[in-house]
């Protein structure tokens, strides 16, 4: 069985430490590759890079995931900045929105995840919430994951794929405020937080509050991995 070929977005970082060496760095954490893995897909790394070649990256994948990381730039969905909202990543927002653009636009499978789907929101012209207590980890502990429970709503792709409110690993300091066009809120925490979006049609595009990478529960990424193995072209062995 052929493995779905899964572009994930990475982190740029000024500064990374290695072995003797401190450098820039394009670099992710190793959970993704790994759920990716498990799920049945091939993981590539897709570093920040010019908008321009966004859709040309996409049409050689089967799959996108946007990833975790820094808070959304406020100006790109018209907010004045808030105090405790983090350094802006404008490389990342630009690669990753042209990123979400061109699989929307090929049908490519698309998953958000937790700044993804934040950014999966904002490009299709919602707002967030720049700041929220309860979700940050335990007891608000900076760099420590926390869990609490997400239900799902009845009826969505998402409660398809995880029909009955599970644990799951968050840490997260903004959410969804407004919707984005054609967005439907598929689950959310006790709070009334947002916790997955997604596209009602045909296409296959999720986004999800959490970090299904921090955990064992390879749902999500095995939906989106199963969807684009039926995608894949049927390739005929040779005589």
């Known amino acids: 069985m052929n493995r779905p070929l899964i572009g994930i977005s990475t982190y740029l970082e000024a500064s990374a ?3 003797v060496w401190d450098l820039p760095a394009t670099l992710l954490p190793a959970g993704y590759s790994r759920l990716v893995r498990e799920a049945g897909g091939l993981a590539a790394l897709l570093p920040p890079d010019s908008p321009d070649l966004a859709a040309s990256v996409v049409a050689r994948l089967d799959a996108v995931v946007v990833a975790g990381g820094p808070d959304v730039e406020p100006e790109r969905y ?17 690669w990753e929105v042209a990123l979400i653009e061109a699989a929307l636009k090929s049908g490519t499978p698309l998953l958000g995840i937790c700044r993804g789907m934040q950014l999966l929101n904002v490009a299709l012209g919602g707002t967030l919430t720049q700041h929220l207590d309860g979700h940050a980890g335990p007891g608000g502990v900076t760099g420590v994951i926390g869990t ?3 239900a799902p709503v009845p009826g969505t792709r998402y409660a398809s794929v995880v029909p009955a409110a599970c644990t799951v690993p968050a840490y997260h ?3 969804v405020d407004r919707l984005g066009a054609g967005l439907v809120a598929s689950a959310h925490a006790a709070d009334g937080t947002v916790e997955a979006v997604e ?3 045909p296409g296959w595009v999720l986004g999800v509050q959490w970090h299904p990478e921090m955990g064992d529960d ?3 990424m095995g939906a989106l991995v199963a969807t684009a193995r039926l995608a ?7 005589p």
Not at 78 to 94: I, L
Not at 232 to 238: D, F, K, L, R, T
């Open 17 to 19: 430490r290695w072995g």
């Open 218 to 220: 390879v749902r999500v």
């Open 173 to 175: 300091h903004q959410a």
């Open 199 to 201: 596209l009602p049609g």
């Open 232 to 238: 894949e072209p049927v390739i005929e062995p040779a």
């Open 78 to 94: 018209g907010a004045v900045r808030d105090p405790r909202t983090g350094p802006p990543a404008p490389e990342r927002d630009a």
């Open 148 to 150: 609490h429970t997400v």
